[in-house]
């Protein structure tokens, strides 16, 4: 199991889970969930709900990625498996980032 927590504009927002190849979890943090003023990180996560399941990594998570060749670079930088979208979400999305979404590690 590997988690991460997800920060939109530098404030915890929630947790993301990869449970295994096929179980993905998002859940809002308690504080954010019930925090009306605040927005959800995405359209596709409303805050209808606090916890969503998939069996793959979350488009809006997924599309945080590069493609291509940047990919493949980062892929052999890091020396991260290119297919490991979850660990390359990690290593590339802890700053810096095009939108408010920030991920960063949680080590355990």
Do not use: W
């Amino acid at each position: 199991m590997r988690k991460a927590e997800v920060y939109r504009n530098g404030r915890l927002a929630g947790e993301l889970t990869r449970v295994n190849k096929s179980n993905y979890i998002f859940r809002y943090s308690d504080s954010y969930y019930l925090n009306d003023s605040l927005p959800a990180i995405s359209l596709t996560l409303p805050k209808n709900k606090q916890e969503y399941k998939s069996d793959h990594l979350f488009p809006f998570f997924f599309n945080m990625l590069s493609e291509g060749v940047n990919r493949k670079l980062q892929s052999r930088l890091l020396k991260i498996d290119e297919s490991d979208y979850f660990g390359l979400l990690l290593e590339t999305a802890k700053c810096d980032t095009i939108g408010a979404i920030t991920i960063k590690p949680v080590t355990e």
